[in-house]
T-cell receptor, first 108, second 119 residues
Framework: GQNIDQPTEMTATEGAIVQINCTYQ??????LFWYQQHAGEAPTFLSY????GLEEKGRFSSFLSRSKGYSYLLLKELQMKDSASYLC?????????FGTGTRLQVFP | EAGVVQSPRYKIIEKKQPVAFWCNPI?????LYWYRQNLGQGPELLIR????????DSQLPKDRFSAERLKGVDSTLKIQPAELGDSAVYLC?????????????????FGPGTRLTVL
């Protein structure tokens, strides 16, 4: 079967660092994507990993371990505008499978 | 560069009525997707097009849902008749390449979605 797990909710303080984990079991693997989705808006692409290791993009970094079926999204220097849902999505054999998303709330 | 365009943004209809959603993908993107997203869930694929050909419609409820992508650009998703359980956000996305190439060019970009409420 195909399964993607990520925490339902997380909270953090402005200026802090937060790590959102994602574990997956899928048939086939063509890369792992992270998307940000603000309430009532469309998902926005954040990062893509296809090889093991860390990809850094400004305040956001994403890590992948294919052997462990594991990824995380690291958000540094949190800002209030980072309050959103973060969706982990795995490229399977021929489609993208989304997790249910992690709702992050950033408090002042 | 313009992103994925969808209309309408919101639609409220009574059950058993028909409804249609329209999507214009990013220019040059050959692959187009329709997703349905229920509250608190991730998007679920309904149908994927490569140019004008529907290559994956296994999750499309074919008794009431239909889609077309004439000329391989714009696409329309239709529900007839709508049921209460169809209330959701319908998202359109597009990518340069299909999702099997393990490359960043299969990154999908989403439109703003159509929020459908069936009463």
């Amino acid at each position: 079967g195909q399964n993607i797990d990520q925490p339902t909710e997380m909270t953090a303080t402005e200026g802090a660092i937060v790590q959102i984990n994602c574990t997956y079991q899928t048939s086939g693997f063509n890369g792992l994507f992270w998307y940000q989705q603000h309430a009532g808006e469309a998902p926005t692409f954040l990062s893509y990993n296809v090889l093991d290791g860390l990809e850094e993009k400004g305040r956001f970094s994403s890590f992948l371990s294919r052997s462990k079926g594991y990824s995380y999204l690291l958000l540094k220097e949190l800002q209030m505008k980072d309050s959103a849902s973060y969706l982990c999505a795995v490229g399977g054999t021929d489609k993208l499978i989304f997790g249910t998303g992690t709702r992050l709330q950033v408090f002042p | 560069e313009a992103g994925v365009v969808q209309s309408p943004r919101y639609k409220i209809i009574e059950k058993k009525q028909p409804v249609a959603f329209w999507c214009n993908p990013i220019s040059g993107h050959n692959t187009l997707y329709w997703y349905r997203q229920n509250l608190g869930q991730g998007p679920e694929l309904l149908i994927r097009y490569e140019n004008e050909e529907a290559v994956d419609d296994s999750q499309l409820p074919k008794d009431r849902f239909s889609a077309e992508r004439l000329k391989g650009v714009d696409s329309t998703l239709k529900i007839q008749p709508a049921e209460l359980g169809d209330s959701a956000v319908y998202l359109c996305a597009s990518s340069l390449d299909p999702p099997s190439l393990a490359a960043s060019t299969d990154t999908q970009y989403f439109g703003p979605g159509t929020r459908l409420t069936v009463l």
